[in-house]
């Protein structure tokens, strides 16, 4: 993937992603009606929805790479926390499906006896679990390499089905000890790890809309680029700002009052270069030149 670019690494991850979940979910449900196990089915409806979830992500990522317009002259980032917050909404809604089925075969008990689920489901289970932990894996360190939120939203998917299917095992397990109740009340619990990772998602994407600033860390970092660079006096701010998974950055710099236009104007680009060049994540820049203050007599003799 070293030559790829970022659309096509987050593209080729999202097939794989659809072809593992949709053979993991065929084999689920399958394991879940010959097993008789509710939280099996209900962790295969979780795959299958995973299915839908990427189709979100990649449509989002492809927008989101889309050239600057007329209409967006500043790029099409945002569609990406777009596509995770659509896929936050259907995450939520899958869960709580989930959960409602659940709790209806425990309030139904006494007039429909519970089935104690057979081996196959435990299969499933531990199947599920190692196979949801890879994909997560290796969509996350796709994610983190080419800052991709959306992708990322998809890499909690699949941990949130792993998570799902610890708590199918645990059901099943339980409800072939004697307890068939713990087999629907997996499905609860099952739903609850789906909601949470819903919340997380959505929350992430809001903020990232809403021109939250970046990170302390990396707003300290350039503001120490800025003041290193020739002619710069001091750094009077450094704002910052996310939009989608990129960075804007304004930054106000002093340099000697008395300094020809042209000599500021390069402090500046210089400024601007730098930051640019050490923050991949930086999409535009602004550097902002101010005269520094001078020392009056009053201050040099105050000085000496």
Known sequence: MANKTNEQIAMHVSRVSIAGNLLLSLFKLVAGLLAHSGAMISDAIHSASDVISTIIVMVGIRMSNK??????QYGHERMECVAAILLSIALGATGLGIGASGLNKILS???????????????AAVISILSKELMYQYTRFAAKRIRSSALLAD???????ALSSIGSFIGIFGARLGFPVLDPLASIVICLFIIKAAYDIFRDA?????DRAADEKTAHRILEVCAVQEDVVAVDSVKTRLFGDRIYVDVEIAVDGSMPLRQAHAAAERTHDAIEKQFPAVKHCMVHVNPAPTLTEEDDEYLL
């Open 67 to 72: 050239a600057s317009d007329r209409d967006h």
């Open 109 to 123: 008990a006494a007039e429909i006896p519970l089935t104690v689920p057979g081996r196959l489901a435990l299969a």
């Open 155 to 161: 890499a909690w998917h699949h941990r949130s089905d």
């Open 206 to 210: 809001i903020s990232k809309m809403t």
